[in-house]
Structures are given as C-alpha cells and as structure tokens.
C-alpha cells in the first residue's frame, strides 16, 4: 500500500535494522566495552557550555511568544544578520540578512535548495566517494545523480572527468568540503578549477550550474589546513550549514543556507527557497535554536578531541599495514579493504567486533570509513582487534 | 532557472510580501495600535511556565550528547512512550512506543504521510474550506487534490459528495478537526458516517483508504464539546499533532504522528515513514523540544483566553449584522462576507484598518477567516471598525 518509491527504502531500512539489532546482540554477547563500533557521525565532543547558558539566558530575558513563535520562514533577522557579519568577518564576504535561510540543519537545506532548483531529468554532479543520502535528497525531485569517479590516492576531484560529465542538464554540482568519507580537504586549486571549466560550460550551454556547498564539517580541519569558502571562487554557489558537529548539536536539526546575491537569478532562487522551505513542512528552522547558536557563533568545538582520535588511530592502522587516507578534516578515517569485495571486508571486521562502514554506501566500493568521533578509550581498546585484522589477510 | 514547479509559488509569494508591506505602511501611517490584524494563527497566550522549567530541568540533568545528540528518527523511545501513554489514558486507545513517529511539527508530519504512501496521480480528498497549504504537500508527491464542497451553513463534511468523490485511486483523505479556517468541529456522527463509507469503497475497489487525521487545534475546544479520537472509528487511521498551539510552541516545530498497528501494511508504513522522515531532510524531530513536551503532556494552554476572544467577536459580530458560524474549537472565526467577492470584502476591510484572510486561501470564496489568538484590548479596539464595515455595505 506504500508509494512504490518507497518500497526500495523499506528493503535498504531491514537491512540497517538487522545491523543495529546484531550489534546490540553482539554488545550482549561479548559486552559493551568489547564491541567497537566506528560507524555513526555522532559527535562525541560535548557542545560548549555556552550553548546552555545561552538558552537559559533567552529563556529567563526573553518574551516566550518571541522565543517560540513563529517567525519569517526564513528565520529571525537579527540571527540571520548575526550570521552574515559573522560570516563576513571570518571569510572577507559581504552577506547581508537577505542571503541567510535558516534550515533545519545541513540536511534541510540541500532538500530546500535542490526542491528551489530541479526540475525532473535535471542532472546533479556529486563526486565519489560522497554521503550515499545526497542520492535520496536528489531523487525526491526526480533529478538525476551523475557521478564523478574517485580519485585515488588523492580523492581530490577529478576535474578532466567532471567536465565531461556536465551536460546542457547540469543544473546543480554537489561538493562536500571537508569530506565525508575520506576527511580529505579540496584544495585551492581544485576549487579554481572546477570553478573555471563551470563558467565555461555555463557560456558554453547558455545554463546556470549552481554549486552547493555541503559544510557540516567546515570547522573540523587539522594540521592548519585552510578550508576554501566556495562563494568567493564561483559566482553561482549556493552554501549549506549545519551546527551539529560545530556546535555537537545534531539533534537540534539547526543549520543554514547562504544564497549570495551573486547568484543566477537571485531574486527568484531566495524567494522560492524561502517558500520550499515552508510548502517541504520545514516551516522554519527551531526558534529557540536559531536564537541559541546566534549567542555562540565565536565558540568552537573540541578540534584536539578529534585529532587525537585521528593520530591514535591513523599511527596504528598505518602500523599494521593498512592502507589509509591521511585525513585534514571531518572525523572520518578512509581505509582501503585488504580484500576486493568491502563487504566481505566489513563482515570480517566484525568477527573482530568491529563495526565500520563499507565503501560503497558511499559510491566507492574497496574502502571502509571508520567514524572517530569516539571516546579515545575505546580506539586503545580496539587497536588489537584492528591488527588482529590486518593479520588475518597475511 | 528556478524549477518550473515553483513559479507559481514566487508568484504568489510575492501578493503575499506585498500585502505584508502594506500591513507595515498602515502601521506607519496609522500607528501599529490602530491597525487590526487578525490574519496570523500564531498563539497569544504564552507557552505554560512549565516548558521553560522542564528545559531548564533537562539541560541541568541529563547528559549534553544525549540531550543534543542524535537518536532513532523516530525519536526518544521514551518520549514516543511516554506520548503513547499519555493518549492511551485520555482516549482508551492502546499504543505502543512503535505507534508515535516525533516529528518537525504536524506540517512535517503531513510531509511524511504523503511521501509514505502517495504514487504521482493518487487522490487525496480534503473538505473545504481547508487549510490551503495541503495543496502545496499534496504536490510534493505528484497526488492529485480532490476537494469536496463546503457545506454550510454547519460546514459539517458532506458525506454523500465525499462518497460520490471516492474512486480506485483514493490514497487518503485528509481531515482537520477542529477545523482551520471554520472552527467547527466535526461530530461523532459524521465520523461514523464518513468511516463507514471508507470501509465500503475500500471492500468495492479493494484498495487501502488512509485517513489522516490533522489535530493541531486537538485541545482547543469550547462549550464543553468533545473532539472525537479518529483511530477509534475507522482502523487505517493516522494521526498528525502539533505542540504549537496546545503548547504555544509553533516556532519549534514539534510534533508527532500516530500510526496503530491496525492500518493496513501497518510494518511497511511505519518504516516508509520513518526512512521519509529521514530523506526529506528532517532527520528527527528537535531533540531538546522532545524531551521537553514529554515532560509537558499533562500541561494545558489557556483555552479561557481564546474562549473570552471568542465571545467577544461572536457576540460584536452578530450584533452588527454579520452571518457568522459559531465556532466551537480553534482559534478562528468563519465569516461570510457582505458582497460575493471575498477578496473586495477583504480590500475593503483594509480601508478600515481590518486584516482578515479571504475564504479562497481556503477553497472557500465568499468568507472570511479571523483568527482571534490575539491580544483581547485589540479586539476591543477594532469592534468599531467592523461596525463601520457592516454599516459601509447597507
């Protein structure tokens, strides 16, 4: 009785849920603490105390019809104001509040911004390795997914395949920066180059390609490494944000788009943005929310948490004869199989209690991402089990 | 370059922002206390004391990554439980944490519903009048809108035209009780009868009939009247609700569904539902705000403010010649306009500083919508206004 779309999800969700259920009866078996699961994008750095005493501090001054009432869809001004400065002075744009949405979260707002855009057979570009859910956000407008090959070693774009890949029907180029899976970094020069062959082909077909940036991780970069903000490299670019792993605030689904007023037909982009945000049911991005993360927006996360995480696990694996993309963001760790088959891989991993996640979810079958936004305990505990691994493949 | 489904939307989007810019100019040139608008549905009374305590209360006590963190998309399992007990104790039903599905505010939830079960061209029959923006979810999906006509002068739904509108591609029915923009409320004997003509047409075309039951207005009823529990009444009922009016919370976007075990595909629905919650990009409901209303499900709104505003428009209205149903739940006034024209009614209206809604917004022409969730001192002083409105048309 379910729409037939839906019926290709409800087989991929048993499968998920037979994982979950054998992993809770693995963690009875062998004990929590002997289970290792690297599979979740969870935060595990708590949020800055600031973020409660932000909400405490608007509950206590503030009109509660103001905190919780309904608002433009595109969210408060004073936090969309907030956010542009802020904005303005981290990355020397010139955003007012007029180029702010707030969603609920990064995920919220790929689907408004892809709901303002599509029209059906459109094509959207992602390069692979990429978050399998961008699939499902573009297939909810009947768009079409045209996918970049990996690039290994690098898996930094492939710039020469990408642009053979963009057609009169390109209307929308994903990029994930910093990535998840592989917690690669794309690198100035790539972004200068995408951005040149995209003007290109726009002339070329007399189109607009919008590129939307999918931020979450901006802020989790190592090693000093510079994150290029998009919008200054490429007129037509659209940025989605998120709080919830620069804030830890996934549950609260809060993030934002920003649509500079550079892009093609800006009027109409923000006004249909603005009204797929309420017809999708979104509505607005939650009130007190979006009041609480304007309090915070000089706070940062724990980034040394993470990078330890990183190094422990990254010296180790490396150690034992993994094959490992040495990761300059995110919390992901992007490790070659030592079999062909990542599934096989991933079912071996787990007669070592070893939960990780196979590669192709992500579009790039041989790999595995291993989540690192874990307590440090449990890398220490896990490292024999890894090498236990490695060996059963000499 | 927008997609060609939202041109209409920008177009519309834009009457909107223009009557919203006058509503600001009449402001300025008249003095905001002289401008009446009763166009919102947004809450007047403030949320009970009792949220900010539980948030309070929450933040102090649990855990930052349990409270801010990610969870099942279907939410907390002890909230859903804690939901489910607390309908079970008010409406003798019998549901289980695996019957409530937290989410982004009812509009989500509807989101969800449809995407769930509707394929391109399957009917969903609403009653009009009816909140226009079904429209827009119903579109989302490629449904086809089914109206059946209103039926005054009690607005009760019109069983014989909503059989006559039943075919083989009837996927839902979508029902709004207490009703927005009316305030009526739909009576048990209507329901009965509306149920026992699903149950017909279902065993005719051997086909699954969803009834979406719509409650945000659920305890915003008056004169002791009693809204009936719709999955009491018909088995393949679901179930939308909202905290933003029984809380005062609408900016926070929380909500839930209830699916019972009773519909039809009961195990493919809920997890079709679950899996669309998650791809349309809501991921979860706001997880602060779930852990709060759980704490909230004995609290209760003001009704008595809402009733008070009630009366004194009902009783002004009336007196000045106006044909008004009575309404006996939500937070609005059914109005028939003095000329046929609604939105000439409305246009005049503003010559007096009035802004109401026209009945087209709801498939209703020849009304007008008020919605008295207002402060009481500007009902008061727009009561000479209306009389000078009904005396302009005599």
Redesign the interface.
Known sequence: ???????K??EG??VTRAMFEEGKKMAAKYGAENVYDFS?G???V??PVA??NA??EI?EKE???Y?????NNSGYETVRSAIAASLNKRFGTSFGEQNILMT??A??????VL?????PE?EVIAFAPYFG?YN??VA??DGKMVVVSPNPPTFQPDVAEFESKITPKTKAVIVNNPNNPTGVVYREETIRAMAEVMERKQKEYGT?IYLIADEPYRELAYDGVTVPYLTKYYDNTIVGYSYSKSL???????GYLVIPDEV??FE??I??A???N????????????QLAVAKCLEEQTDVAAYDTNRKMLLDALTEYGYEVVKPEGAFYLWVKTMEEDDTAFVARAKEYNLLVVPGSSFMCPGYVRIAYCVDPEMIKRSLPAFEKLAQSYQ
Do not use: Q, W
């Not at 709901?115 to 029209?119: E, G, P």
């Not at 830890?248 to 809060?254: A, N, T, Y």
């Not at 999708?280 to 007190?288: I, K, Y």
């Open positions: 009785m379910i729409a037939k779309k839906m019926v999800y409800v969700s048993s979740l969870n935060p595990s708590e949020p973020v409660k909400i405490c509950l009109a509660p019809c905190v919780h009432g309904y608002m609920v979260g995920a919220g707002g790929l689907n408004v709901k303002t855009l599509l029209d459109d859910e499902n956000y909810n407008f607009a830890s605030l996934p549950g609260e689904r809060i093609d037909d109409n982009v006004c249909a603005n009204v797929a309420r017809i999708l049911g979104f509505v607005n991005a939650p009130s007190l929310m």
